[in-house]
C-alpha cells in the first residue's frame, strides 16, 4: 500500500520522486511488520467509521479532457516508472478461447480467453498522481440502482490523509471497460464522483495506508459519468452482482486484473494488455486475517480487481466479494497468493452512498 502522502513536488525529472509514486501504485510487492499489521486494529476501532468522498470531472468541459487525455500509448505506459524512456509495450494476442473454462480450475494466473460478461463490465482504471506521471488499477461494474457504480481499491484513488490535501486524492480517473491492448472497445467513463472509508483521512498512531488496508478499509467506489452518447456505464457493460457477507474458508473463489509489472521489470509476466484471471480456495491471510487471498501471480495494477464468489466460467457472472489490495509479502502465506479485502459493513455504506447519485 502507498506511504502517506508527502508534498507533492510537481513533475518529477530524476528518480528521486519515482519510488513514492511506485508505492502509490499499489502495493502487492511490499513487504511489512507483523507490530504494523497488529497496531491499527485497536487504534482504528474507536473510530466511527464514516464516508469521505471526492468531486471528480463534473462538467462537460472536463470530461472531455479527461477523455482526450487518455490516448492508446497513454493508456498503454501508465504505471511506468520513467514512461520517457518505457518501450510501449507490444499487444498481447492470445487467441480467445470460446469453449468455457472448467468450473473449478486451479489457475494461478493466465490471460482470460474465455469471453463472457466478465470481459465487459471489468475495465482498467486509469489515474494520475499528484507528482503528473501516470497508474492504473482495476474495477468492477456492479448492480445498482443508479447504474453507475464501479467498485475498486481505496488505494486507487488516494493515499492516507487528510482528503483535502492538494496531494491526497489521484485525478484525470478514467474507468476503460473490457480495456485491451490500448484500445477502449465499449468506451471509456470519465469518473464524477468518488468515496472512501473515513479510515483513510488520517494515520492513527502513526499508522500509514499498509495498516489501515490490512484491518479491512481498503474498498471504494466511483459513480461514473455518462458516455459520450449519454448511457450510463451498467447500460454500456452489464453488470455483476455484489454482496457484503463473511468469507468462508475455502470458498472458490475466482479474481480478475491488468497487473503490468513488466513495465518496469523485464523479467515481469504482464504488460497490463489483457485482463488477467486467478481461481483457488480462499484463505485468511497469517499476518492479516481480515484480508482472505487464493494463488494468484498478478502484482501491480491488479489492484483494486474483483474476486467473485459463484463464478460461473461460461457466462463470466459471479457475485463481487472482495477487491485486490496486496500479495503475500504483506498478509503472510504462500508465495503467489493475492489477497482481497472483503466487502462488509464500510463497503456496505459506500456502496448505498453511491446509489443515491444520480448521472
Not at 1 to 26: D, F, I, N, S, Y
Not at 293 to 298: K, V
Request: hydrophobic share 35%.
Amino acid at each position: 500500500m502507498p506511504k502517506t502522502p508527502v508534498t507533492p513536488t510537481g513533475t518529477p525529472t530524476t528518480r528521486r520522486a519515482l519510488p513514492r509514486r511506485l508505492a502509490a501504485v499499489g502495493a502487492l510487492l511490499r513487504s511489512a511488520t507483523t507490530a504494523a499489521v497488529l497496531l491499527p486494529n485497536t487504534a482504528l476501532a474507536a473510530e466511527r467509521e464514516t464516508v469521505t468522498t471526492h468531486a471528480g470531472a463534473t462538467t462537460a468541459q472536463e470530461r472531455d479532457l479527461v477523455d482526450a487525455y487518455w490516448t492508446p500509448a497513454r493508456m498503454k505506459l501508465a504505471g511506468a516508472m520513467v514512461p520517457e524512456i518505457t518501450p510501449v509495450p507490444e499487444d498481447d494476442n492470445t487467441p480467445d478461447d470460446p469453449r468455457p473454462l472448467p468450473a473449478d480450475t486451479l489457475d494461478p494466473g493466465a490471460v482470460w480467453t474465455h469471453g463472457g460478461a466478465v470481459t465487459r463490465s471489468v475495465g482498467r482504471l486509469f489515474f494520475t498522481f499528484s507528482d503528473g506521471y501516470d497508474g492504473s488499477c482495476t474495477a468492477t461494474v456492479v448492480a445498482g440502482a443508479n447504474r453507475s457504480t464501479v467498485v475498486t481499491s481505496a488505494h486507487c484513488l488516494r493515499g492516507v490523509g487528510a482528503p483535502a490535501a492538494a496531494d491526497t486524492w489521484n485525478h484525470n480517473l478514467y474507468f476503460v471497460p473490457g480495456y485491451r491492448n490500448g484500445t477502449k472497445p465499449l468506451g471509456g467513463f470519465s469518473i464524477r464522483t468518488m468515496a472512501t472509508s473515513s479510515r483513510w483521512d488520517s494515520a492513527p498512531s502513526g499508522t500509514g495506508s499498509d495498516g489501515v488496508a490490512v484491518a479491512g478499509h481498503d474498498a471504494a467506489v466511483l459513480v461514473a459519468n455518462r458516455s459520450a452518447e449519454g448511457r450510463r456505464v451498467a447500460d454500456v457493460t452489464g453488470s455483476q452482482r455484489i454482496a457484503f457477507t463473511p468469507p468462508v474458508e475455502g470458498e472458490f473463489v475466482h479474481s480478475f486484473g491488468y497487473p503490468k509489472d513488466r513495465l518496469n521489470n523485464p523479467d515481469g509476466k504482464y504488460t497490463g494488455s489483457r485482463l488477467i484471471h486467478c481461481a483457488g480456495p480462499s484463505r485468511p491471510g497469517p499476518k492479516a486475517p481480515l484480508l482472505w487471498g487464493e494463488p494468484c501471480d498478478m502484482s501491480h495494477g491488479a489492484s483494486g480487481g474483483p474476486h467473485f464468489t459463484g463464478f460461473d466460467p461460461a457466462t463470466g457472472t459471479g457475485t463481487l466479494v472482495g477487491v485486490t489490495t496486496t500479495s503475500e509479502e504483506l498478509a503472510g502465506g504462500p508465495a503467489g497468493t493475492s489477497y482481497a479485502t472483503r466487502l462488509g459493513d464500510g463497503a456496505r455504506r459506500l456502496y448505498d452512498w453511491a446509489q443515491t447519485r444520480a448521472v
